[in-house]
């Protein structure tokens, strides 16, 4: 069991964490109906799909990668809420995963799903970016 929490403020972050989890499942299912599985000729309601300009095949192809790209952000959301998820039920929710040390509530407010305290998620975004230069 966490020290830090005791069980009904655990269980108020699993309803916080299992809220947003339906939230984003939602989102997604919205972004994958409506964008990505339409073509340009059921969004048009056109019979024909060779009526369309190359402009407008292209602005289509914009709008379904730019679609598939925020699903994939919120399918990503999904996987983090789901390890804080599981972070509860094995009593390790709000223990930092790099310093093992206590993530502080006013984080966890903000972000239920974090995994890291402040100082050590500052510091692995800092890591990535020298990484990526």
Known sequence: MNKKFNKQELEKFKKILMDLKK????????????????????????????????????????????????????????????????RIDSGEYGICELCENSIKRSRLNAIPYAKNCLECQTKEEKRVRREKR
């Open 23 to 86: 939230k984003v499942s939602s989102e997604i299912r919205h972004l994958t109906e409506d964008s990505i599985y339409k073509s340009q000729k059921d969004v048009s309601g056109e019979i024909s799909s060779y009526t369309y300009h190359m402009a407008d095949m292209a602005t289509d192809s914009f709008d379904r990668e730019f679609s598939y790209a925020l699903a994939n952000n919120e399918q990503e959301l999904v996987y983090l809420i789901n390890e804080a998820l599981s």
